[in-house]
């Protein structure tokens, strides 16, 4: 089986972090953010996603889980 999915929601957030401060940081004049760089997003956004689909239950089951969904959600919902 592959990751858990606490473990994939960690590492999606931070790659999340970090797509997202460059595109902040582009935004601002500051940086390139170029289509690889936008690929990168789709993909990381895409592969959390099916982590959130095939694990929907996690919220509820695992506390530590629910935490690090919610930070993931509160990341996507600030960037709107």
Do not use: W
Request: charged share 30%; proline share 1%; hydrophobic share 35%.
């Amino acid at each position: 089986m592959g990751e858990e999915p606490r473990k994939s929601v960690e590492r999606l957030s931070a790659n999340l972090a970090i797509l997202l401060e460059e595109a902040q940081g582009a935004l601002r004049g500051e940086r390139d953010f170029c289509v690889e760089n936008v690929r990168s997003l789709r993909s990381t956004i895409e592969e959390m996603d099916a982590v959130l689909r095939d694990f929907g239950d996690l919220r509820s089951s695992q506390s530590d889980g629910a935490a690090q969904l919610q930070h993931y959600q509160t990341q996507l919902n600030s960037k709107r």
